[in-house]
Structure formats: structure tokens, C-alpha cells
């Protein structure tokens, strides 16, 4: 997560401005896309040490606040300026002026473009959807599912974890305005590629929305279920981090959930439920198409063959990203969080919730319903 | 000097305002408390002895007068001038010391004391300072203009609101604040008795500095040692107190002053301005005159009138005990004008309350219009979202158990309440209190759902809540006396004013407004204009007229509660106000009532010409009189000092005559009670008179004689 200048630590803002009080710690996690699940899955892990037994955990985002900066040229200028003595060197300095050092450097471009393997994230998809065959129509058609299927849940009211929000002008949020129930494939394929043009296939219909939002969550220990009388959702059970190459950060949820599977002794069908973070459709199919391909599970997952087929019907029910937004601190947060409420719904035990980081990550969690 | 050399500057500040002093010093009068420091600066602290607030009675000026004289035995390097209180400098004089004052020789006497003391104290050989945190105001801005430097904590509330007890400054300030500072401030000051903050105070130049209390020692040393840079407004000072600029100052300000209050009513500001005007030249002359012309104010009626009602004000807000009771969260039930309205005011006071409704928009508005109020009203960002973060919209009612005050502020429907009630007496925290802001329906009726009925109160707001300062509790059959005790708590902890009333149709104030909105009516179906009735009612000292009053409520409002509260059952409201709300014209919030409005302001509206009618006047006054009188006999209050504190801080009932039964008991009293009876004569339908004139003129006992 990004936070802005004047609130460095956000965790201990919001833990004040809650009212949690002031003797109580609070701390800001950073690990780009996972820092939500990052923050819940320190807690759970807090809470296992002893060391904590009730710990509010989340994240929050505000992309539509990310700065936007003076390019190193105008800062250079800038520091000279400030730096020179005499009227003269002032003058001087200030001849120096070029209009080209007014070009503003957008932070939100920055923070999705990875600096090692200088790929934006719209373009490590790319490569994903390339690597597997990904067509255009196939993450045209998961985004079009994606939209309908979180109208569906907001229609019939499943999204009871949503919490409205309200302004100081008098106007109220109840649901994720990114939703478009009346998207069609028409209207996906016409859009143009956003990061790889004119030839990509990765366009900002079958990408996550930008936007802002925050997802919270308690965790409690035994005891403190008992002494505050919570009544808890589920259990997380096991977690994982992962890493591979950066410019197929996309596969970061193949690579965390693998080892939770088999640590526990269980196969994809042995979930009932499944969040995988829609950074991208071509990144969501790239994941599926991972565990079908022998090849990529002997090479890089170190099974003896493929792992299966994920089943979409138990894949991210209510929607993802792609049609509720990603506000990149917060998403870790609200596939955790929705995964639980999903198999209170379905009546299911089992459930992962996994997510791709940007730099080359993956974290998963498995969850059980209480 | 050489003492104050050899030590850092800090060292002695440090902290011990009850350490020990660094030289022994002589025993004290009460009141006042002093050390002398390391650098023989004497630091002379104000604690007034069994009070929790300092002002300045006349034992407390004379304590310092001994102060003084022992100084002179010993003078000290500098004189430091500050309070023990914590909340603050001085409040301003000892109100009640004020009361009964009937002999202006006497007054002048006592205010000439005070003056001598005063200026012996500007008059010191050495130089003083006034350490001011919290409210300096009136007498406490006196004397610290008396000192030789004011520096203000950021906290402090500088003003001089003498005018609004209708009187002046009177311990020099008059004269020594047209001197400091611009004479035009100074007088808009006095006249408005506004209050400023520190920084506007060292604006004007009425404070040398403004810092924090951390640094108040390292402040006082340096301007004792150093002096202060100071910000003199000599030009305009000079100029300002001109004769002809005083002259035409004068009339202007006369001109200002007459738009908003009138002579025989309000006679203060006048006489602040007839003293300015004419003596404004010499200060010492001025000094004179100002005590001769509050002696004047003080002991007439206006004055003694605006000073009982501050105290009745007083005792209403001791009713209240918010101190023997932990209240921390409300939950108020209803996000409709008054339930918003309520939690955003609970809210503004530091609580943390929660906000239920049953959908989000209806939240909402209620949530943009409290953050339109914190704006204006905290400015400081922090401030504002630490407020807008105190108050939290549940639509889940997860407050409920939580909160130590519950209001519902649901619909008046007795079946929407009795629903609600049941719902939530399960979930309540121990101790809990039930408030209903019901304005319409029994409290027995409610009651008669729970379980516990003695914790059900009625906590009666006014609209516009942030405006009233009345809130009556009321009692029903089932109230414990606990609970009325902690609705009074509660009143104080969010800065209103308690009143307990029983439980009757409309309580005290609708019930006492409800016959002279409907008189009112009745006026304008005579064929009297709006403009004419609303004018007799501010001639009578109204803040508002009752048409436009009315029209603030809510028209449905008023025929609601006008059926609430009428004696029989087959009372018919007049035509004019029942075509009104058929129409839909409901006054201030449908854009048209008795008025027409354009943003809130009416559009169109005519002074009324000529000389007001007394006959409109009798009409629009005589029935809310009654219904006082009958109020009186029900006992609906506890006495007549209630109510009349209930009918000034509820309706804004003249203030200037002391309340509706005060002013009955006055000379008026007897031709109203005739006017009246003539009245009724030619319509006893229309102009009852309650049984309980008599007793309430307290004519009772000669009666019986």
C-alpha cells in the first residue's frame, strides 16, 4: 500500500481514529499487492506466538490519492535554487529553468511498474496470456462473468460484509460502484489495449478497476473469544508466501497455494471455495492453466504432473477485482474476509484465498469456516 | 538582580506552583495566593476559595487591595498576575452580588472601590503581568487591562459581555480599552459583548502575546526583564477619541445599535455610547461617569431582569450533575432533523455517539449536515474529523448496547416507538437511560412496552438544536427519580440547559407557545396583516415573530401539536393554518408558509408602518400569559422561576422582563389581568381565563383578607 505523506503509519491512525486507544500498537505492513492478507496473516501469527490475542487487521487504499511528483530534473533545480547564496547565483540557477522540468511523474504509474524487470503489471499479463495461449475472448469472457456475477451478489444481497460508506457532502456508498451489470462482449472487444498496443490483449475491461477502498478484519485467540463473547466466521489454518520470477508475478497464487495443498494433504477439488485476486483476467486463467500443464507443475511447482483442473464454478463466486476494483493494500483483506462469508453461505468448510503480489510474489491462506 | 543572573531562566519556572517559594514570604488573605522567585518577581495566583470558577466579588478586590499593601512593604521586581483555576483566568464579576441592587449612591460607592483598587495597580512602580488562560472576560479583562502586559494562553476566551446583563464594564474598562486600542473596536466590543480568541485579542492589541501555558513562565520573566514588543495603535487612538470623531462614531454606532435592540428595552449599549461620546476625551473624567452610569443601569429593571435570567440560567444548569455520572457514548435512534441534529450536537460536546436508521439514505443528510456544522463551527481540520470520527452511522444498532444514553427520534407514531422500545430494552447496557424526544405522545404510552419503565425519560429537544439552549426532561408516572437525575446529567454534559417538566400534553413550552401561535392565526383571519402581528410580538421584546415562528417549525408541526395540547376534544383549528398544510405550504422548509421563503429567508416582508397596535399586542400575549399561569397552577414545573427560566431559554420569551410570571408579578400585572377579563367578555371562547390568575399575581392572601 501507498501511504501519503502525512500519515506515514497509517495502521496507528486508523487505530486511534477507531477509538481502539492509545496504549494500544499499531503498525503498517508493506508487500505491494498482499499488504492486506499480509497484515491478517501477521496477526493470525501474532495471536499463534502468544504474544497478542486480539488484533485488528486490514488494509486500506486510496489510489485516487496517490501524489504525483516533480520529475528528478525539476527537484535538482529546485534543491540548487535553494542552495544558492548570493541574488546573483539565485539568478543564475533560476535562468537554468526549463519548461520540460514541469512534466509531472504520476506516482500510481510508478507504483505498478516493477523496476527490476521494467515491466508494468498490465504487461507481465501479457507475457502470462502469451506463455499459456491466452486468447482475447477467453479474459474477455471471465471479465464479463466477473461484472455479472458481483451484480448477481449485490442484487441478491450476499455482500453482507459491505459496510456504507458516507461523505461530508450528504451522499452514501453502499456497494462497489465499478460494477457493470450491462457489460457485453461486444462492448470488451472493442476496447483497445492499454499497455502493449496495437497488438496486446490486455485492455482495461479485462483488468482490475483502480480504485480505493479499505477491508478490516478481528482476530481473536480462544481466550479472547471467550472474554469478549465473539462469535468467530471460520479458522485460518495455514498460510504461505511465495516468489518467482517478476515478470510472471501473475502466478504468485499457484506458487503459495501449492505447498498448502499438499502440506495438507489435500487436491484442488478438496476446496470448496476459491478467491484468486483478478489483478487480470489473463493472470486468473494463467493460474488454472498452470496447474492443467504437467510441464509447468514438474518444472516449477516440483510435482510429478499436472495438479488439475480448477473448477470455476468454486472460483471466486461473487466476482473479483476486475468488477469490484483493486485498492492494492486492501484486496489481500477482502478475498480473506469474503471467502469466509462465501463458505458461511455455501454451507462449505474449506476455503483458499490467494493473491498475486507485483515484484514477483504470491501469498495464499486456508481458511475454515467456523 | 544579581540573583536572577547567576540562574537559568527555566530553572525556577520548572515546575512548582506550590512548590517552595524561593524566599520566604508574608502570610496571604484568602483568595489570593503568592511566592516570590529567585529573580524577586512576586507570582500572585487567583483561586477563589469554595468556587470552582474565579470571578471578582468584592471580597476578592479587597483581598487584593491587602495584597497590595503588603507588597509595598516589600516591593518586588515585577508583579505576576495569574489564576489557580483550571478553567480559566476570570469569569467576570461575582453575578450574584448583583442582584438586588436598588440604591445607585450604593453602587457608585462600590464601583468607585473598585476603581481605586484598579488603578492602584496600574500605578505599581514596578511592572505587572497577567498570565490569562481560559475566559478572561468582563471584570477579569479589567484587571488584567490595569496590568502592564496581558499575554494569553491559546485557549483564552477574551471578551467583555457585560452588555448582554444589560450594563457595561464598570471597573474601568470603558476607559482604559478605548485608550489601549482602536476606539472603534474597543466600543464594537463592548457593544456586542462578543468574546475573542487569543490571537484576534493580540490582533487588536488587546494581548502583548500569545503562547502556550508551557512557556507562561519563561513569557512573564522576560516581559518583566524585558518588556514586551507591543502592538499600540497610538494613531488610531488618538484620532478615534476626537471629539468629532467621537461624535460621528457615535451616531453611527447608534444608528447600528438601534437596528437590533431598542432603547427602552436594552438601554446599556446606549448609555455605553452617550458615555463614550460625551466623556471620551479625559480618561479620568470617563473613568467618573462610568461608574455614575452603571450605577444607573444596574439598579434599573432591564438590567436586574437580564441578571436574574443569567441566574435562573444557573440554577437550571446546577440541576444537572454531570460529574457524578460516566457518560461516554449515545445512541440516538431516527436520523430525521431532530435525531441528526441531536447526534451531531452530542457529537460537537465530545461524546462518542452512534446514529441508527434503517436504510443509508436516510443517514445521510444527517451526516453532511453535521459535517457542514463542525466546519463552521471547529474550523481546526483535526478538530473537524475528530468530530465527524466521534459520530458513526449504525445501521445495524450495533450502539445500542454499547451507549449510556439512548434517544429515539423515530416518527410520532405510538406504534413505531412501542416497536422500537421492545426491540432494543433487551440489548441495553446496565444502567442505561431511555430518552424519547417525543413531543406528542405520553410517556405512560411508551412505558407500558418495557420492562424496566423507570429508566424512560423524555429528553424534549428544541429545533434548531444547536441554537436552544433548553432541554426539558420530562417526567412520566413510571421515571425514577435516578433517571431524572441522570437526564439532567446529560443535559449539562452536552451544554443545556436542564428544565424538569411533567409529563402533560406539548410539556411546558409548546404547551405555553401552542395558544399564541393559534391567537396569532386567528389575527391574520381577522385581516390583520402577517407583518402587523409579528411586529407586536417583537415590540413586545419576541425574538421572532409568531407567524414566522410558525413558519420555523413546521406548519403540519404546529396543527399537530395544536391538537395535542387543545383542552377538548372538538377543538377546530383556524382555516388559515388547516388550508395552509392541505396545500402543502408547511412553512420555512416547503419554500412557503405564512411567508414565502428563498433560502431559508423570507422574501417580501414589510416592516409593519406606524405605530405597532397595543390591541394586537394583548391578543398575541395575554393567551401565552395564561397558559403560564395554568402551567403554574398544574405544577407541571417545580416554580415559578422554572418556568420562566423554561419560557426565556425555550421561546426567547423577553428576557429584559425577567420571565412571563416575573412580569406578571410586576407592576403590569393587575391591567393585564384586566385587559384580559375584557377580553374574554367579548369572546370566552376564544381568551379563557385559567383559575389561577390570582394566585399567580399573588393576590391570593389579600383576596382572603
Known amino acids: ?370 | 538582580m544579581t540573583e536572577a543572573k547567576t540562574q537559568s531562566p527555566a530553572k525556577p519556572a520548572a515546575k512548582k506552583p506550590k512548590g517552595k517559594p524561593a524566599r520566604p514570604t508574608v502570610a496571604m488573605p484568602r483568595h489570593w495566593h503568592g511566592e516570590r522567585d529567585a529573580r524577586n518577581v512576586h507570582w500572585l495566583s487567583l483561586d477563589k476559595s469554595n468556587s470552582g470558577t474565579n470571578t471578582l466579588s468584592q471580597d476578592v478586590l479587597a483581598a487584593l487591595d491587602v495584597v497590595l499593601d503588603e507588597l509595598d512593604a516589600d516591593p518586588p521586581a515585577g508583579l505576576i498576575i495569574r489564576s489557580a483555576k483550571p478553567n480559566g483566568f476570570i469569569a467576570g464579576a461575582d453575578i450574584s452580588e448583583f442582584e438586588d441592587l436598588t440604591d445607585p449612591d450604593r453602587v457608585v460607592e462600590l464601583v468607585r472601590r473598585g476603581h481605586a483598587i484598579l488603578d492602584r495597580l496600574e500605578g505599581l512602580s514596578y511592572p505587572t503581568v497577567a498570565l490569562v488562560h481560559g475566559f478572561c472576560l468582563g471584570g477579569g479583562l479589567e484587571l488584567a487591562l490595569a496590568c502592564t502586559y496581558r499575554i494569553a494562553s491559546d485557549d483564552a476566551r477574551i471578551g467583555l459581555p457585560e452588555v448582554r446583563l444589560g450594563i457595561h464594564p464598570g471597573l474601568g474598562g470603558t476607559a482604559r480599552l478605548t485608550r489601549l486600542i482602536s476606539p472603534v473596536s474597543a466600543m464594537g466590543l463592548m457593544l456586542t459583548g462578543r468574546s475573542l480568541r487569543a490571537r484576534a485579542a493580540r490582533g487588536l492589541g488587546i494581548v502583548d502575546a500569545v503562547t502556550q501555558p508551557r512557556h507562561f513562565k519563561r513569557a512573564a520573566h522576560t516581559a518583566i526583564s524585558d518588556g514586551l514588543k507591543r502592538r499600540r495603535r497610538r494613531v488610531s487612538v488618538t484620532l478615534g477619541n476626537l471629539t468629532p470623531a467621537r461624535w460621528l462614531l457615535g451616531m453611527i454606532m447608534r444608528r447600528q445599535v438601534a437596528s437590533k435592540a431598542r432603547p427602552d428595552h436594552y438601554p446599556a449599549p446606549f448609555a455605553l455610547i452617550d458615555l463614550w461620546q460625551r466623556h471620551g476625551a479625559f480618561r479620568s473624567r470617563m473613568m467618573h461617569r462610568e461608574a455614575e452610569s452603571i450605577a444607573r443601569l444596574i439598579t434599573g429593571e432591564t438590567a436586574q431582569n437580564l441578571i436574574r435570567v443569567f441566574l435562573l440560567g444557573e440554577e437550571l444548569k446546577a440541576l444537572g450533575k454531570a460529574e457524578d455520572h460516566d457518560i461516554r457514548h449515545i445512541h440516538v435512534i431516527g436520523a430525521g432533523t431532530m435525531g441528526g441534529d441531536i447526534a451531531a450536537w452530542c457529537a460537537m460536546q465530545g461524546l462518542r455517539v452512534t446514529l441508527q436508521d434503517r436504510e443509508a439514505k436516510y443517514i445521510a443528510p444527517a451526516m453532511g449536515r453535521a459535517a457542514k456544522y463542525f466546519k463552521r463551527r471547529l474550523r481546526e481540520p483535526a478538530k473537524v474529523r475528530a468530530a465527524l470520527d466521534r459520530l458513526i452511522p449504525d445501521l445495524a444498532g450495533a450502539g445500542v448496547p454499547l451507549a449510556d444514553v439512548v434517544i429515539e427520534a423515530v416518527p410520532e407514531q405510538l406504534e413505531i416507538k412501542q416497536t422500537l422500545l421492545r426491540a432494543i430494552e433487551p440489548k441495553l447496557k446496565r444502567g442505561a437511560l431511555i430518552g424519547t424526544n417525543t413531543s406528542s405522545i405520553p410517556l405512560e404510552q411508551l412505558a407500558e412496552v418495557l420492562k424496566r419503565p423507570e429508566r424512560l425519560i423524555g429528553l424534549h429537544f428544541f429545533n434548531p438544536v444547536a441554537q436552544m439552549p433548553l432541554l426539558e426532561i420530562v417526567r412520566g408516572d413510571n421515571s425514577a427519580p435516578e433517571a431524572m437525575a441522570f437526564g439532567q446529567a446529560f443535559a449539562r454534559k452536552i451544554d443545556k440547559m436542564p428544565l424538569p417538566v411533567n409529563s402533560a400534553p406539548g410539556f411546558l413550552v409548546n404547551r405555553v407557545l401552542t395558544p399564541y401561535l393559534l391567537e396569532a392565526v386567528s389575527l391574520l383571519q381577522d385581516g390583520r396583516s402577517p407583518e402587523a402581528i409579528d411586529g407586536a410580538a417583537l415590540d413586545f421584546g419576541m425574538p421572532m415573530g409568531p407567524l414566522e415562528l410558525a413558519d420555523a417549525v413546521g406548519l403540519d408541526i404546529c396543527l399537530h401539536v395544536g391538537q395535542i395540547v387543545s383542552p377538548t376534544p372538538d377543538w377546530q383549528p383556524p382555516e388559515a393554518l388547516t388550508k395552509l398544510v392541505e396545500q402543502g405550504h408547511l412553512g420555512r422548509k416547503t419554500g412557503r408558509g405564512f411567508y414565502r421563503y428563498k433560502n431559508g429567508k423570507p422574501v417580501g416582508k414589510k416592516r409593519a408602518a406606524g405605530r405597532p397596535d397595543p390591541t394586537i399586542q394583548n391578543r398575541l400575549m395575554l393567551p401565552l400569559l395564561n397558559a403560564c399561569v395554568a402551567c403554574l397552577r398544574e405544577g407541571l414545573v417545580a416554580s415559578a422561576d422554572h418556568l420562566d427560566a423554561g419560557l426565556i431559554y425555550g421561546t426567547g420569551f423577553a428576557p429584559f422582563r425577567g420571565g412571563p410570571i416575573h412580569y406578571l408579578r410586576s407592576d403590569a400585572g393587575r391591567s393585564l389581568l384586566a385587559t384580559l377579563e375584557d377580553l374574554a367578555k367579548s369572546d370566552p371562547a376564544r381568551y379563557p381565563i385559567d383559575p389561577g390568575w390570582k394566585a399567580a399575581l399573588g393576590l391570593q392572601q389579600s383576596d382572603e383578607t
Open chain 1, 1 to 370: 500500500m501507498s501511504p501519503r505523506a502525512d500519515e506515514v503509519n497509517p495502521a496507528r491512525i486508523a487505530a486511534l481514529r477507531l477509538g481502539c486507544g492509545e496504549g494500544v500498537p499499531a503498525w503498517t505492513v508493506q508487500r505491494n499487492c498482499a499488504s492486506g492478507m499480509q497484515s491478517v496473516e501477521t496477526a493470525a501469527r501474532s495471536i499463534a506466538d502468544g504474544r497478542a490475542d486480539l488484533i485488528l487487521a486490514g488494509g486500506s487504499e486510496a489510489l485516487s490519492h496517490s501524489p504525483i511528483l516533480f520529475n528528478d530534473r525539476m527537484v535538482g533545480w529546485l534543491a540548487d535554487l535553494n542552495s544558492a547564496r548570493s541574488l546573483w547565483a539565485k539568478l543564475g540557477v533560476a535562468a537554468g529553468f526549463r519548461p520540460g522540468m514541469l512534466a509531472p511523474v504520476i506516482g500510481l504509474i510508478k507504483g505498478l511498474t516493477d523496476p527490476v524487470v521494467a515491466l508494468n503489471m498490465g504487461q507481465t499479463a501479457e507475457v502470462l496470456a502469451h506463455k499459456f495461449d491466452i486468447g482475447r475472448e477467453e479474459m474477455d469472457a471471465l471479465a464479463l462473468e466477473s461484472h455479472q456475477r458481483t451484480a448477481q451478489a449485490q442484487e441478491s444481497g450476499d455482500l453482507t460484509e459491505i459496510e456504507p460508506i458516507f461523505d461530508t457532502r450528504g451522499g452514501y456508498y453502499e456497494q462497489d460502484d465499478g460494477v457493470r451489470p450491462n457489460n457485453t462482449m461486444e462492448a470488451l472487444g472493442k476496447l483497445r489495449p492499454a499497455f502493449e498496443r496495437p497488438f496486446g490483449t490486455v485492455t482495461p475491461g479485462n483488468s482490475s478497476q483502480i480504485t480505493d477502498g479499505a477491508a478490516w478484519l478481528i482476530l481473536a485467540s480462544e481466550d479472547a473469544l471467550k472474554r469478549h463473547r465473539l462469535k468467530p466466521l471460520g479458522r485460518i489454518v495455514d498460510s504461505e508466501w511465495a516468489a518467482l520470477d517478476p515478470a510472471q508475478m501473475g502466478l504468485g497464487p499457484v506458487h503459495a497455494a501449492t505447498p498448502i495443498l499438499q502440506r495438507n494433504d489435500l487436491a484442488l477439488d478438496d476446496v470448496d471455495a476459491w478467491e484468486i485476486n483478478e489483478a487480470f483476467a489473463a493472470q486468473v486463467l494463467a493460474c488454472i492453466a498452470a496447474w492443467q500443464d504437467p510441464e509447468y507443475c514438474r518444472e516449477n511447482l516440483g510435482l510429478k504432473d499436472a495438479l488439475g483442473t480448477l473448477d470455476r464454478a468454486r472460483l471466486n463466486l461473487d466476482g473479483g477485482a476486475i468488477s469490484v476494483g483493486h485498492p492494492v493494500g486492501s484486496s489481500g483483506a477482502r478475498i480473506t474476509l469474503h471467502l469466509l462469508h462465501v463458505l458461511r453461505r455455501k454451507r462449505a468448510k474449506r476455503g483458499i484465498a490467494a493473491i498475486c503480489i507485483g515484484g514477483g510474489q504470491g501469498g495464499a491462506l486456508l481458511l475454515e469456516a467456523a
